[in-house]
């Protein structure tokens, strides 16, 4: 993600979209969530 906020960064692979969802929770305070939907 481009940018200069605390969650910019570069991310890759599983690691990466822990590493970012790890981030969203600590900037939100918790209270960030996400829904996994499939896409194939």
């Known amino acids: 993600m481009p940018g200069h906020v605390g969650i910019a960064g570069t991310y890759v692979g ?5 590493d970012l969802a790890g981030k969203a929770m600590a900037i939100t305070s ?7 939907e499939d896409g194939w």
């Open 14 to 18: 599983k690691q990466g979209l822990h």
């Open 30 to 36: 918790g209270t960030f969530s996400e829904q996994v």
